[in-house]
């Protein structure tokens, strides 16, 4: 299908563009025009559901010259993976749309920010070459920093000036390494191709298999983050704005270690199967680290921050094991997390509207007074911890039984993750809804209502069906971990 | 008489752009002196000069068709691609720079007329500049221009920091034009040169082994002095000065005028005349384009001054330029690429400047364009994409000059200064979100006075914008144009 | 028998042309750092006539020609800024000029 | 195959009653949540007791029944599994839920979140049984998790009382550590095995014995120790104990905690294999028989003795387990599942009449005015302190005499397990004397019997209570014929025969009546103030006794409080000063040196003049000494 | 000898004069210096065969360009010396600093080279007088160009004067 593809990029392009194009005056056509907007690229998500076959692994379908004298292309397809992300991605800010509150919802260029969001993260999503991946994951630094700067909180200067330093930081090592394997694919073929083929069809020695994949990996890794790499997160998610924290979460994240699995693996496998061990160790001090650091937040946002540094930490180490069962584990949990901490994030954005305070210590009974809300966060912590039945479970079961295989002793520790998250999750939740109403303000306050409630819905309809019939998913992602797993058994079979 | 000119190669269509610009500036001192004339005749004058000029441009090409790369006058004035791109660049940057010229001068009242010639003139003395072969010609032609830019740095003359840039770009300036000519003169007094291709044919008549270290020397001077012109560190530290000083309506023509001729002119030495013996100054070239990048880096990470920020971030993008030029022949052409890219986005900050804080301001804080996003949107949005140029972000011109850039670099095995390069546009991103961060997303309490901004210059800034994400989207055509530069040289 | 070859003058020039330099350091005085300009494109039509002679070639005369125009051209348009500078601040001084700096 | 189906529903039963009164849950009054949750109770236990029929009939043969493939590779499929163990607990389950509920229906009416709690009871029976009936570890394990929240639910259901709400978590996150041991387990199982089903995994085992078989029992141990509240892990039990207490009856007593039992009876067959295994179950088990016997003697608080003394009995429950005698520990386990229930729901009696008072030393001579809980409550006291005929003289004596008849280092066990049993019977006889029978202190008019519906399950249980113990006596090994099945590749230790066993039933039978002996003498007699006798160390022992040895002070100082200074630490100074600092750091120190190096840009034109002149001869300089220029 | 005399006598005076132009205090000597090193350039001028050079430099230099000097100087006042303290920090050290480097250089080049400039072509046999005639022979053939387009140059220069330094009467009737 030409052009189904780079659609998932200029609908939103266009839709934002149509967005400016509106009078200020009626501002109020703004959110439920948004919101049938991002209703196009699902539905197009769900024409491929339907009229495709996306169980494969990935597939270049449309191509652009960009530089011909450098004979670079910009090459778009699609994945099962890819398309999971993207429709992760649609969905996301459709519900992010949804849960807006009215300061957000009537201002063109918060909404034009969210779908200029969509649009790159897509992107990332759909490139088939190294240069539009990098092109689309710089490109989404744009809305990024605007949703932070304008739409942020108290110290929003200091969280999207670090937010942008960190990536920038991390991208540099992403452009070099793109740089240098189109030096080297020009080396070999005459011009500086970049799409994905033309890379896997080249030999790398061992040395510059090495180099690259620590460039690349590198750049992902701050994405994604790991351990010591992941200050900026907790600063960002604190100060962005929900919709931005939702979407910083739920799909930002998932850039990083799908660039990890689409490039980094594939691509310089000699590389990865050198460095897997120490991606391993700090994906597992993450884990723990992350999961500790949480324990001891004031601030509800920063701790369901600090369990995404956690999550993902498993994601990493289901990456780096390298074996099937723990690399399908960690795309699902990819989506899993974006499903979850989305929620999270949502449901906290739902309580400031109304209290205008993140503080733990300012709440404290809730249930009282919003009991579907507290239910709902249950809910939602459950599957972030990863109970069984729900979705966090399928993702992080999966990764601990893959990767135990290769590192017996750090998966073990890792499995204590689940013990801390259940901790921080559960303490923050007694503290937040359990106990006595103590403050004043929160007697009044008012529980869920309709709109809320439709915004939220799918993701825990999501949490419950992934948790209950994993399969579904897993078909989407089979062919993609099947290509990166044979690469890795290849290099492992000839040594 | 035909014969003679013959001999020395008269040829009027290779100069037709100075001849055209220097007779419309004496129309204009002809009308300046002796009649009275509304300023709209003026104004039309200049305005279809100019457009004789870029119609000259395009003769040149006609001619360049027919007799390919030639030299005219006796060796005095070279017709190649690289002239003819510093042609085009430069009729399109006295093009670009009507409008907030005219501005400028118009509200300098009775020196309206002087101050057009004096542009006019200097336009015609960097044509000749890049059109010239023999190294003298060079010096005239660099003098003619860079005398008038002095003096344009100093029109405003009831602000005592205008004249303080005049007096520092014009010694400054005329040390470097000493050092320049001392370095021709030892050039000429070791090795008997002073055309750009006699180099190349000596050198490669003798040997690079034969050469001697007078005539390094004398290059290296020769360097010197245009890499101060272009404001690469460690001769960077008139251009801050001179940039905050002058008029804000004439810097954006100030700053890309003299690099679009100075780079051309080290452009085509790199390429042609010590094309052989280019490894021996790669240390040199490296420290200058290290320094650059690190000092412009260190010094706009601190600026509250805009357009002293620009200054800095000029020193930075001359590193790269640079690192592009002395590398070798691709290197050149994205060098050229990123010339291109980078003028567009400097005309387009410095217009957007001249109309906010007016065309004869001298100081430009930050503070400034605080609310700018409030108060008009379209500035600010083209601010930003002019900005994100500069930074590199992709889907802007800057990205694609950047990444070709690199990857030229990269191929000539120059790792480090790949890697160096990288880091500062880590440290670029911090000081060019910054201003944008205060236009856009930093409130303002008291209300904003509205812009006056006339459609002229919605039109010149909103091309200029289309056409720096218009260069990122579809870079082809210019990377192509950029690559036919130095075709002769691959 | 010392003969006076053309290196000779070289370094007179080349001694010369770093006076000028070190006088532009030296003095505060724009005028006179102005002077020293003057000394310095002085040695480089000297070292014009040297190549001349040396090489038997008038070009390098006709290269002093244009020198000196140059400087002639200069020495108009350094001394209006001075003058126009003096009139605000009554003096030639550099050194009271550093208001744009950092 | 229709059989099989029933399975599922027997499984999907309760889980229904719960998502149906989740949502219709505003529009039901307490006699509507009754009528429902009570008829599918009802339906439950019939749909349980035919397919118990059913299998009874088979002869035990395992019914399967594989749901939906819930993952591709590994094949991991949602399967259920029934045979005579799980038989009997599923019955087990349905029936006391049963009961239960019924008891429930009383003393949780004029509650307002009345719907609440039998919504989260029937969540609780839907994850016990799908823990039970469950065909593989995966499917185990879900039960096994949900269980868990569901009793977090549960015992948090006074969500506004701080002490529930905390005591929920303790459950939940001690729960969690066993769950995180189980984890590993599953990982080293799914790497050795790459399978989860039970079946494939025993045969496999069988046949090949996995040589870090005794990790993953180790492992596996540490799951069952957090879901059955064995030594390190066991002290969320008691303060559990803020739940309703019909949950806790259930929960604490009947099912939930026997879970870990019933788990490690369910891998009997690769556990026989593992002697480290088994040591350090009994080993275990015994100690916190102990330990929890010695910590129930001095509590104040009515549920926290019953508490206690189920922590103890299940350790008696392991100690069989160690010992190899299997059906000993389910026969325990049903027994003590009938008579703990009993005691609780008749504290729970107790608790209501005394309007939420819960200390027994308030209490006293409720005897008469409580006639029918009291003795129910006696039958209860005297089946768990090892009575004959009552069930626990029967099933106890049968884990003493295993161990005995392991010989070599189980005498030493033998002998401390009957001062185990000995111990209970003490504290047992206290608990019932000090409530039913002790002169009052407090005014009791307006003590009455409990209504119907609260006496009516206890009576019901009491009939159980005395006569369940027959199901396996040694003279009729019934349950060991319905587990005969499950356990038929396993080594089964047996009881010794003839005179020993008689001598070791009377020894035991001694240790009970001496231990209820004991109790009268010094609670009612006041033996010790009438001799005047002079126990040493008394006041000490009491303390170490109702602080259970200080292991939960321990617990909460090293961990606790130890986990949330050492993140706080970490938290600050490696979060905040390293990490980020070093970041932050980074930035000011560019900053900072850009400032200073910008006081080079003096604005001086001399300065520059300076610049371009020393520059320009340092590169002239970096020229010449550039390599192949003066060479 | 002679020669050497004729290269030393004015090598000296160019060098004092330039020495007096930087050190001198009061702006007319400067002015004088810069007056005595033109002059004595000229002369040296002559003795390479550069008579029409000499010439134009005593006329244009000496001549026109010292008048618009002193006539500066005279405006805007002579009796001002400057301050000799160094008020520049660090100033004097960057100097010193300049100079040792630049002598190192030269000792470098003269240990390596001696005093040597290193020139390619040997001294040519050919003496050029540098006539009149010659030059105008040259000039206006081959350099016909530059030489026309220095004219620009000279309008530069006085429009650039115009612009900066000549006051309209209606802007001092603003002041």
């Given at each position: 299908m030409?052009?189904?593809?780079y659609?998932f990029?200029?609908i939103?392009?266009?839709?934002?563009?149509?967005i400016f194009?509106?009078p200020?005056?009626r501002?109020?056509?703004f959110r439920p025009l948004?919101i049938?907007?991002?209703l196009?690229?699902?539905?197009l998500?769900?024409?491929?559901f339907?009229?495709?076959?996306?169980?494969t692994?990935?597939?270049?379908v449309?191509k652009f010259?960009w530089?011909?004298a450098?004979?670079?292309?910009?090459t778009f397809?699609?994945s099962?993976?890819?398309?999971?992300?993207?429709?992760?991605n649609c969905?996301?800010v459709l519900?992010s749309i949804l849960?807006?509150?009215?300061n957000?919802?009537h201002?063109k260029?918060?909404?034009?920010s969210l779908?200029?969001l969509?649009?790159?993260?897509n992107?990332?999503?759909l490139?088939g070459?190294?240069?539009?991946l990098?092109i689309?994951?710089?490109a989404?630094?744009i809305p990024?920093?605007f949703l932070?700067?304008?739409w942020?909180g108290?110290n929003?200067?200091?969280?999207?000036i670090k937010?942008?330093l960190f990536?920038?930081?991390g991208s540099?090592?992403?452009l070099?390494g793109t740089i240098?394997?189109?030096v080297l694919s020009?080396?070999?073929s005459?011009?500086?191709?970049?799409?994905?083929?033309t890379?896997s069809?080249?030999s790398?020695t061992?040395?510059q298999?090495k180099?690259?994949f620590l460039?690349?990996?590198?750049?992902?890794?701050i994405k994604v983050p790991?351990?010591?790499?992941?200050?900026?997160l907790?600063?960002?998610?604190v100060?962005?704005?929900?919709a931005?924290s939702i979407l910083l979460?739920?799909?930002l994240l998932?850039?990083g270690?799908y660039?990890i699995?689409?490039?980094?693996?594939?691509?310089?496998?000699?590389?990865f199967?050198?460095?897997q061990?120490?991606i391993?160790?700090?994906?597992v001090?993450?884990i723990?680290y992350?999961?500790i650091v949480?324990?001891?937040?004031?601030?509800i946002?920063?701790l369901?921050?600090?369990?995404?540094?956690?999550?993902?930490?498993f994601?990493?180490l289901?990456i780096?094991a390298g074996?099937?069962?723990?690399?399908?584990?960690a795309v699902?949990?990819?989506i899993?997390?974006?499903?979850?901490?989305g929620a999270?994030?949502m449901?906290?954005?739902?309580i400031?509207?109304?209290?205008h305070?993140?503080r733990?210590?300012?709440?404290?009974?809730l249930?009282?007074?919003?009991?579907?809300?507290?239910?709902?966060f249950?809910f939602?912590?459950?599957?972030?911890?990863?109970?069984?039945?729900?979705?966090?479970f399928?993702g992080?079961f999966m990764?601990?039984?893959g990767?135990?295989?290769?590192?017996?002793?750090l998966?073990?520790i890792a499995a204590?993750?689940?013990?801390?998250a259940?901790?921080y999750?559960?303490?923050?939740y007694?503290?937040?809804f359990?106990?006595?109403?103590?403050?004043?303000?929160?007697?009044?306050i008012?529980d869920?209502?309709?709109?809320?409630?439709?915004?939220?819905?799918p993701?825990?309809l999501l949490m419950?069906?992934?948790?209950?019939?994993p399969s579904f998913?897993?078909?989407?992602?089979?062919q993609?971990?099947?290509?990166i797993?044979e690469s890795i058994?290849?290099?492992?079979?000839?040594s | 008489m035909?014969?003679?000119?013959e001999?020395i190669?008269?040829?009027?269509?290779v100069?037709s752009?100075t001849v055209?610009?220097?007779?419309?500036?004496?129309i204009l001192?002809?009308?300046?002196i002796?009649?009275?004339t509304k300023?709209?005749v003026?104004?039309?004058?200049?305005?279809s000069g100019?457009?004789?000029?870029?119609?000259c441009?395009?003769l040149?090409?006609?001619?360049f068709?027919?007799n390919?790369?030639s030299s005219y006058f006796?060796?005095k004035?070279?017709?190649?691609?690289f002239?003819l791109?510093g042609?085009?660049l430069?009729g399109?940057?006295?093009?670009?720079?009507f409008?907030?010229?005219?501005?400028t001068?118009?509200?300098?009242?009775?020196?309206t007329?002087?101050a057009?010639?004096?542009?006019?003139?200097?336009?015609s003395?960097?044509?000749?500049?890049?059109?010239a072969?023999n190294l003298?010609?060079?010096f005239i032609?660099l003098?003619?221009?860079?005398i008038?830019?002095y003096a344009l740095?100093?029109?405003n003359?009831?602000?005592k920091?205008s004249n303080?840039?005049?007096l520092k770009y014009?010694l400054?300036?005329?040390?470097?034009?000493?050092i320049?000519?001392y370095?021709v003169?030892l050039?000429?007094?070791?090795y008997?040169?002073?055309s750009?291709?006699?180099?190349?044919?000596?050198i490669?008549y003798t040997g690079?082994d034969?050469?001697p270290l007078t005539?390094?020397i004398?290059?290296?001077l020769?360097?010197?002095g245009l890499?101060?012109?272009?404001a690469?560190?460690?001769?960077?530290s008139?251009a801050p000065d001179?940039?905050?000083?002058s008029p804000?309506?004439?810097?954006g023509?100030?700053?890309?005028?003299v690099?679009?001729a100075?780079?051309?002119?080290i452009?085509?030495?790199?390429?042609?005349?010590?094309?052989?013996?280019?490894?021996?100054?790669?240390?040199?070239?490296f420290?200058?384009i290290?320094l650059?990048?690190?000092i412009?880096s260190?010094?706009a990470?601190i600026?509250t001054?805009?357009k002293?920020l620009?200054?800095?971030?000029?020193?930075v993008q001359?590193g790269?330029?640079?690192s592009?030029?002395t590398s070798?022949v691709n290197?050149?052409?994205?060098?050229m690429?990123y010339?291109f890219?980078?003028?567009?986005q400097?005309i387009?900050?410095?217009?957007?400047?001249?109309?906010i804080s007016?065309?004869?301001?001298s100081n430009f804080?930050m503070d400034?364009?605080?609310g700018?996003m409030k108060n008009?949107r379209f500035l600010?949005i083209s601010f930003?994409?002019?900005?994100?140029?500069l930074?590199?972000i992709?889907l802007?011109?800057?990205?694609?000059?950047k990444?070709i850039?690199l990857?030229n670099?990269w191929?000539y095995?120059?790792?480090?200064?790949?890697?160096?390069?990288?880091l500062?546009?880590?440290v670029?991103?911090y000081?060019?979100l910054?201003?944008i961060?205060?236009?856009?997303?930093?409130?303002v309490?008291?209300p904003?006075e509205m812009l006056l901004?006339q459609?002229?210059?919605?039109?010149l800034?909103?091309?200029?914008?289309?056409?720096?994400i218009?260069?990122g989207?579809?870079?082809?055509?210019?990377i192509?144009i950029?690559?036919?530069?130095?075709q002769?040289?691959l | 028998?010392?003969?006076v070859?053309?290196d000779?003058?070289?370094?007179?020039?080349a001694?010369?042309?770093s006076?000028g330099?070190l006088?532009?350091?030296?003095?505060?005085n724009?005028?006179?750092?102005?002077?020293?300009i003057?000394?310095?494109l002085?040695?480089?039509?000297?070292t014009?006539?040297?190549a001349s002679r040396?090489?038997?070639?008038i070009d390098?005369?006709?290269?002093v020609f244009?020198v000196?125009v140059?400087?002639?051209?200069e020495?108009?348009?350094g001394?209006?800024?001075?003058?126009?500078i003096?009139?605000?601040?009554e003096?030639a001084s550099?050194?009271?000029?550093?208001?744009s700096?950092? | 195959?229709i059989?099989?189906?029933?399975?599922l529903?027997v499984?999907a039963?309760p889980?229904l009653?719960?998502?149906?009164?989740?949502i219709?849950?505003k529009f039901l009054n307490e006699?509507?949540?009754?009528?429902i949750t009570?008829?599918?109770?009802?339906?439950?236990?019939?749909l349980s007791?035919?397919m118990?029929?059913?299998?009874f009939?088979?002869?035990?043969?395992?019914?399967?029944?594989e749901?939906?493939?819930?993952y591709?590779s590994?094949?991991i499929?949602?399967e259920?599994?029934?045979d005579?163990?799980s038989g009997?607990m599923?019955?087990?389950?349905s029936?006391?839920?049963l009961?239960?509920?019924?008891f429930?229906t009383s003393y949780?009416s004029?509650?307002e979140?009345y719907?609440k709690?039998?919504?989260y009871?029937?969540?609780f029976?839907f994850?016990?049984l799908?823990?039970?009936l469950s065909?593989n570890?995966?499917v185990?394990f879900?039960g096994?998790?949900?269980?868990?929240?569901?009793?977090y639910?549960?015992i948090?259901f006074?969500?506004?009382k701080?002490s529930?709400?905390?005591?929920g978590n303790?459950?939940?996150i001690?729960?969690r550590?066993?769950?995180?041991?189980?984890?590993?387990?599953l990982?080293m199982i799914?790497?050795?095995?790459?399978?989860f089903?039970?079946?494939a995994i025993?045969?496999s085992?069988l046949?090949?014995q996995?040589?870090?078989l005794?990790?993953?029992i180790?492992f596996l141990?540490l799951?069952?120790?957090?879901?059955?509240?064995?030594?390190?892990l066991?002290?969320w039990?008691?303060d559990a104990?803020?739940g309703?207490t019909?949950a806790?009856?259930?929960?604490h007593?009947?099912t939930m905690v026997t879970?870990?039992v019933f788990m490690l009876v369910r891998?009997?067959p690769?556990?026989?294999f593992?002697?480290?295994?088994?040591?350090?179950?009994?080993?275990?088990g015994?100690?916190?028989?102990l330990?929890?016997?010695?910590?129930?003697i001095?509590?104040e608080?009515?549920k926290k003795?019953l508490a206690?003394s189920?922590?103890s009995?299940l350790?008696?429950m392991?100690?069989a387990?160690g010992?190899?005698a299997y059906?000993?520990a389910?026969?325990h386990l049903?027994?003590?599942?009938f008579f703990k229930?009993?005691l609780?729901?008749g504290?729970g009696a107790?608790?209501?009449?005394?309007?939420?008072e819960q200390?027994?030393h308030k209490?006293?001579?409720?005897?008469k005015k409580m006639p029918?809980?009291?003795a129910?409550m006696?039958?209860?006291?005297l089946?768990?302190?090892?009575i004959?005929?009552l069930?626990?003289f029967?099933s106890?004596?049968e884990i003493?005499?295993?161990v005995f008849?392991k010989?070599?280092i189980?005498?030493?066990?033998?002998a401390?397990?009957?001062l185990?049993?000995?111990?209970?019977?003490f504290?047992?006889g206290r608990h019932?004397?000090?409530i039913f029978?002790k002169?009052?202190?407090?005014d009791?008019?307006?003590?009455?019997?409990?209504?119907?519906n609260m006496t009516?399950?206890?009576i019901i249980?009491?009939?159980f209570?005395?006569?369940i113990?027959?199901i396996n006596?040694?003279?009729?090994h019934?349950?060991e014929k319905?587990?005969e099945?499950?356990l038929h590749?396993?080594?089964v230790t047996?009881?010794?025969e003839?005179?020993?066993?008689?001598i070791?039933?009377?020894l035991s039978?001694g240790?009970?009546?001496?231990?209820?002996?004991?109790?009268?003498l010094?609670?009612?007699?006041d033996?010790?103030s009438?001799?005047?006798v002079?126990i040493p160390?008394?006041?000490?022992?009491?303390?170490?006794?109702?602080?259970?040895i200080?292991i939960?002070d321990?617990?909460?100082?090293v961990?606790?409080?130890g986990?949330?200074?050492?993140s706080?630490?970490?938290?600050?100074?490696?979060?905040?000063?390293t990490?980020?600092?070093?970041?932050?750091?980074?930035?000011?120190?560019?900053?900072?040196?850009?400032t200073?190096?910008?006081y080079?840009?003096t604005g001086?034109v001399?300065?520059y003049?300076v610049?371009?002149?020393?520059?320009?001869?340092i590169l002239i300089f970096?020229?010449?000494?550039?390599?192949?220029?003066?060479? | 000898m002679?020669?050497?005399?004729?290269?030393?006598?004015p090598?000296?005076f160019?060098i004092l004069?330039?020495?007096?132009?930087?050190?001198?205090?009061n702006?007319v000597?400067n002015?004088?210096g810069l007056?005595l090193?033109l002059?004595?350039l000229?002369?040296v001028?002559?003795?390479?065969?550069a008579?029409f050079?000499?010439?134009v430099?005593?006329l244009v230099?000496?001549?026109?360009v010292?008048?618009l000097?002193?006539?500066?100087i005279?405006?805007?006042?002579?009796d001002?010396?400057d301050q000799s303290?160094?008020s520049?920090?660090g100033?004097?050290l960057?100097i010193?600093g300049t100079?040792?480097?630049?002598?190192?250089?030269?000792l470098?080049v003269?240990?390596?080279n001696?005093l040597?400039?290193?020139?390619f072509?040997p001294?040519?046999?050919n003496?050029?007088?540098g006539?009149?005639?010659?030059?105008?022979?040259v000039m206006?053939t081959s350099?016909?160009?530059p030489?026309?387009?220095i004219s620009i140059?000279l309008?530069?220069?006085?429009t650039a004067?115009?612009?900066?330094?000549?006051e309209f009467?209606?802007?001092?009737?603003?002041d």
């Open positions: 030409i052009g189904l593809t659609s990029v200029l939103p392009l266009v839709s934002t563009i149509f194009c509106i200020k005056r501002a109020e056509l948004t049938f907007l991002s196009i690229p699902l539905g998500c769900l024409y491929i339907l009229n495709q076959n996306l169980k692994s990935f597939n270049v449309d010259s530089i011909s450098y004979g670079i292309n910009l397809g699609l099962g993976m890819s398309f999971l992300l993207i429709t992760l969905l996301l519900l849960s807006l509150n009215e957000h919802g201002s260029g918060f909404l034009g779908m200029l969509q649009a790159s993260v992107g990332v999503f490139a070459d190294l240069i539009s990098f689309f994951f710089e989404l630094l990024m920093y932070m700067g304008i942020g108290e929003r200067r200091y969280a999207t937010f942008i990536t920038v930081f540099i090592f992403i070099a240098y394997t189109g020009y080396l070999s005459g011009s500086f191709a970049l799409d994905f083929e890379i069809s080249l790398f061992s040395s298999s180099i690259l460039l690349f990996t590198f750049g992902f890794l790991i351990f010591p790499l992941h200050t900026w907790p600063d960002a998610h100060e962005a704005p929900t931005g979460a739920g799909v998932k850039v270690a660039g699995l689409r490039v980094s693996i594939p691509f310089f496998t000699e590389g199967i050198e460095y061990f120490l391993a160790i700090l994906s001090i993450g723990i992350g999961a949480a324990i001891v937040q004031i601030d946002k920063k369901i921050a600090y369990s995404s540094i956690s999550h993902m930490g994601v990493m289901g780096s074996r099937f069962l723990s690399l399908e584990g699902i949990q990819m899993n997390h974006g499903i979850t901490s999270l994030f449901l906290v954005g739902f400031y509207d109304r209290r305070t993140r733990i210590s300012d709440f404290g009974g249930k009282q007074s919003m009991p579907i809300y507290a239910g709902v249950l939602t912590s459950f599957a972030s911890i990863g109970l069984p039945g729900l979705n966090g399928v992080e990764i601990l039984m990767s135990f295989p290769t590192f017996q002793f998966s073990s204590f993750g689940v013990v801390l259940a901790i999750m559960l303490w923050a007694q503290r937040m359990n106990g006595k109403l103590i403050h004043e303000e929160n007697k009044e008012h869920l209502n309709s709109k809320e409630l439709v915004a939220v819905a993701l825990l419950l069906f992934i948790g209950i019939y998913i897993e078909s989407y992602v089979l993609d971990v099947s290509v797993y058994n290849n290099i492992l079979g000839e | 035909s014969q003679i000119s001999a190669g008269f040829n009027l269509i100069i752009p055209t610009l220097v007779i419309t500036a004496l001192l002809f009308f300046t002796t009649i009275e300023m709209i003026k104004k039309v004058i200049t305005f100019i457009l004789v000029t870029l119609f441009v395009f040149k090409f006609g001619l068709s027919q390919g790369v006796t060796q004035i070279l017709l190649d691609e002239s791109f042609n085009v430069i399109l940057i006295l093009f670009l720079n409008i907030p010229i005219w501005g001068s118009y509200e300098l009242n009775e020196k007329s002087e057009i010639i004096l542009i006019l003139m200097s336009a003395g960097f044509f000749l500049m890049v059109d072969e003298i010609m060079l032609g003098e003619i221009g860079s008038s830019l740095a100093g029109l003359r009831i602000d920091l303080e840039a005049s014009f400054l300036g005329s040390l470097a034009s000493c320049f000519i370095g003169a050039v000429y007094v070791s008997s040169l002073m750009v291709y006699d180099f190349a044919l000596a490669a690079p034969l050469i005539t390094f004398g290059v290296l020769i360097f010197v890499l101060f012109k272009i690469a560190a460690p001769f960077q008139w001179v940039y905050q000083g804000t309506g004439y810097v023509y100030m700053a890309s005028i690099k679009v100075s780079f051309i002119v452009a085509r030495i790199c390429m042609v005349s010590v094309r052989f013996i280019l490894e021996d100054f790669e240390t040199f070239f420290t200058v290290f650059s990048v690190l412009g260190f010094f990470s600026q001054d805009l002293r620009i200054a800095y971030s000029g020193v001359s790269f330029i640079l592009g030029i070798g290197g050149t052409s994205s060098s690429f010339l890219a980078y003028i567009l400097l387009g900050i410095f217009t957007i400047f001249s109309i007016g065309k004869l301001s804080e400034n364009i605080r700018l008009n600010a930003c994409v002019f900005m994100f140029g930074a590199g992709p802007t011109s800057g990205f694609v000059s990444f850039l990857t670099l191929a095995e120059k790792y480090f200064l790949v890697s160096i390069l990288l500062s546009t880590v670029g991103f000081f060019y910054r201003p961060w205060i236009a856009t997303i930093e409130k309490d008291e904003i901004i459609k002229s210059e919605y039109l800034i909103g091309s200029l914008a289309s056409l720096t218009l260069f989207l579809l870079p082809n055509t210019l192509n950029s690559r036919w530069v130095v002769n040289y | 028998m010392i003969e070859t053309s000779w003058y070289l370094t007179l020039s001694i010369l042309f006076i330099f006088g532009m350091m030296f003095r505060k724009a005028l006179i750092m102005f002077m020293c003057e000394l310095m002085n040695a480089v039509n000297l014009f006539i040297t040396h090489l038997g070639l390098g005369q006709i290269a244009f000196l140059v400087a002639a051209a020495v108009v348009v001394l209006a800024i001075i003058v126009s003096f009139k605000k601040q003096s550099v050194d009271m000029l550093s208001s700096k950092g | 195959m059989l099989e189906i029933l399975i529903g499984v039963l889980l009653t719960s998502i149906f009164l989740k219709s849950g006699l509507l949540t009754n009528f009570i008829n599918a109770a009802l339906l439950s236990v019939g007791s035919f118990f029929g059913y299998i009939l088979e002869k035990f043969k395992p019914l399967k029944f749901l939906f493939e819930w591709p590994p094949q499929i949602i259920f599994y029934l005579g163990l009997v599923m019955v087990l389950i029936g006391l839920s009961v239960i509920q019924l429930s949780m004029k509650d979140k719907t709690y039998f919504e009871f029937n969540f029976v994850s016990m799908l823990l039970v065909g570890f995966l185990m879900f096994w998790e949900l269980v868990g929240l569901s009793s639910l549960l948090s006074w969500y506004e701080k529930a709400a905390k005591a303790k459950a939940f001690l729960n550590i066993g769950d995180f041991g189980f984890l590993i387990g990982m799914l790497n050795h095995f790459h399978t089903n039970f079946i025993f045969n085992s046949i090949s996995p040589k870090n005794d990790l993953i180790l141990l799951g069952a120790f957090g879901k059955s509240a064995q030594f390190p066991f002290s039990l008691p104990m803020e309703p019909p806790s009856a259930l929960i007593a009947a879970a870990g891998i009997s690769m556990l026989q593992s002697e480290i295994g088994s040591l350090v179950i009994i080993g275990f015994l100690f916190t028989a330990i929890a016997a010695f910590a129930a001095n509590q608080d009515i003795v206690y189920t922590i009995q350790g008696f392991f100690i387990i010992a190899g059906v000993a389910i026969f049903v027994t003590h599942a229930a009993l609780f729901l504290a107790v608790i209501h009449e005394m309007h939420h200390n027994i209490m006293g001579g409720l005897r029918i809980t009291s129910m006696g039958i209860g006291t089946a768990i302190s090892g004959p005929p069930a626990g029967w106890k004596d003493l005499a295993s008849s010989g070599g189980y005498y030493g066990f033998w401390l397990s009957l185990a049993a000995f111990m209970t019977a504290y047992m019932w004397l000090l029978i002169e009052p202190k407090i009791l008019d307006n003590v009455h019997e409990a209504p119907k009516r399950p206890l249980l009491g009939m209570t005395i006569f113990g027959f006596t040694p003279f009729f019934g349950l319905v587990l099945e499950t590749h396993v080594e047996h009881l010794p003839g005179l020993t066993l008689a070791l039933a009377i039978i240790a009970g009546f001496t231990g209820l002996a004991f109790a009268y010094i609670y009612i007699f033996v010790i009438y001799f005047k002079r160390f008394l006041i000490e022992i009491k303390k170490l006794s109702k602080n259970v200080y939960n321990f617990g909460n100082a961990f606790v409080k986990l949330k200074s050492a706080r630490r970490i938290a600050v100074n490696i979060e905040g000063m990490i980020d600092g070093l970041a932050n750091g980074i930035s000011n120190y560019f900053l900072k040196s850009s200073r190096m910008s080079v840009q001086l001399r300065s003049v610049y371009f002149g020393l520059f320009t001869l970096i020229f010449l000494i550039s390599p192949g220029v003066l060479a | 002679t020669e050497i005399l004729l290269f030393a006598i090598a000296f160019i004069g330039a020495l007096i132009v930087v050190f001198a205090k702006p000597h002015a004088m007056v090193t002059t004595s000229a002369i001028y002559i003795t390479l065969n008579t050079v000499a010439m430099q005593m230099y000496a001549g026109a010292m008048t000097f002193l006539f500066v005279m405006m805007i006042g002579v001002k010396p303290k160094e520049i920090k100033q004097s960057l010193s100079l040792i480097i630049l002598v190192a250089i030269v470098f003269i240990l390596e001696g040597n400039w290193a020139l072509f001294e040519s046999e003496i050029i007088d006539t009149p005639s010659l030059i105008a022979g206006f350099w016909v160009l030489f026309e387009i140059l309008i530069v220069a006085t004067a115009l612009a900066l330094a000549y009467k209606k802007s001092d009737s603003n």
